[in-house]
């Protein structure tokens, strides 16, 4: 039978200890299954169903078993009709990188995907972040791997799955179309350096929801030419918040639009809900709304940052900049640690416009100082209670952001 070439979905899995309390990882023309806890299901004896072990995987968490992982897969994709590949429960499977992908010989092509389960992907980063040029200054500065990556998967369902400890990123959704991401939990030391939660990039049509993360870094980060996302329920903290960027690094060419975050709740950590882009770089931010967001003890809860540099060494000031417009925070309330609850710091070549502010009252952790705005080349109006008070350049009126919801799919 002719093999048949598609742009499939790649999944790629970092060295990592694999929990399997997983259930049901559906692909193209295979299925990986990872059964519950406890169950007691007959194994099956089909050449479509293929159990892990029987390829060689140990599961105590010493062996490496990826070669078994590898050969299973080869199995599953050369077969011309469905199959599985079952991992058994109550195991743990230390896997090394690995890459999961087509094209297979089933006619089957990956057009709905799914992967669920109550088992822990651990990335063991440790020895990596010690390494890290953050914690330790003379290291080079050197890029690590993320936890789990999905790499131009189409109508994709993700839940129920823990990772921690990811060497940098936990979960990333690359070039993906259509994703629903629900029920993850995503854990790192608060010290442990970029290990940002979920990572979306050039990516469309994502909705991340009922999901908790307590990282190193960004708790959701949302970049370089993505559109349509959806963040809602989100537990987020410690880390540093949820964040547009950064865009524009290096000259680069970058647009981020049509982001509703709706219903989060960030604590401790050192920003809340931020836009940041370097100097120097081109494109735009536009039509994103933050709205029911409650905050407790967070630094920089509001801000806009378009001076950002991430750098040991300071940034020289250009002209060009990322266009920054069109941007709504609506029921954003709590406390704030740092004594700035709103910072609004702008392009000169390239000011702010059309920000907006309705129903914000940021109050001081400690009870102590008032809270206050910084503006600089920001252009926006507000409506109604906004503490502390706005401090726009302009004084015009302006059209509450509208991100219809129907534009997002809730689902799959």
Known sequence: MKILSFNFCHIF?????????????????????????????????????????????????????????KDAWEVACS??????????????????????????????????FTVEGGGVINGMGEQWWARSCKINKTNPCRHAPTAITFHRCKNLKFSNVMVINSQQMHIAFTKCFRVVASNLKV????????????????????????????????????????????????????GHGISIGSLGKSHSWSQVHNVLVDGVFISNTENGVRI?????????????????????????PIIIDQYYCDSSHPCANQTSAVKVEN???????????????????????????????????????????????????????SSGSVYPTPCFSNIESFIKLDVPSSSIPLSI
């Open 13 to 69: 899995l970092v060295a990592a200890f694999l929990s399997s309390n997983l259930t049901d990882v559906e692909g193209f023309g295979s299925l990986i299954q990872l059964p519950h806890s406890g169950s007691n299901r007959t194994r099956l004896r089909s050449k479509r169903v293929l159990y892990v072990d029987e390829f060689g995987a140990k599961g105590d968490g010493f062996s490496d078993d990826t070669e078994a992982f």
């Open 327 to 381: 941007i709504s925070f609506v029921g954003i309330k709590g406390t704030s640690a740092t004594e700035e609850a709103i910072r609004f710091a702008c392009s000169d070549s390239l000011p702010c416009e059309n920000l907006y502010l309705e129903d914000v009252e940021l109050l001081s952790t400690s009870g102590e100082k008032a809270t206050k705005s910084f503006c600089w080349e920001a252009e926006g109006s």
């Open 79 to 112: 077969l011309s009709s469905q199959a599985k590949i079952i991992v058994p429960a109550r195991s743990t499977f230390l896997v090394h990188p690995i890459d999961f992908s087509g094209p297979c010989r089933s006619k089957v092509t990956l057009r709905h």
């Open 187 to 238: 854990i790192a030391p608060v010290s442990s350096p970029n290990t940002d939660g979920i990572h979306i990039s050039a990516s469309s049509h994502i909705q991340v929801k009922d999901s908790m993360t307590r990282t190193g870094d960004d708790c959701i980060s949302i970049v370089s030419n993505s559109s349509e996302i959806q963040i809602g329920n989100i537990a987020c903290g410690p």
């Open 276 to 300: 940041k882009t370097w100097q120097g770089g081109g494109g735009f931010v536009s039509k994103i709304s933050f709205q029911n967001v409650l905050m407790e003890n967070v630094s920089n």
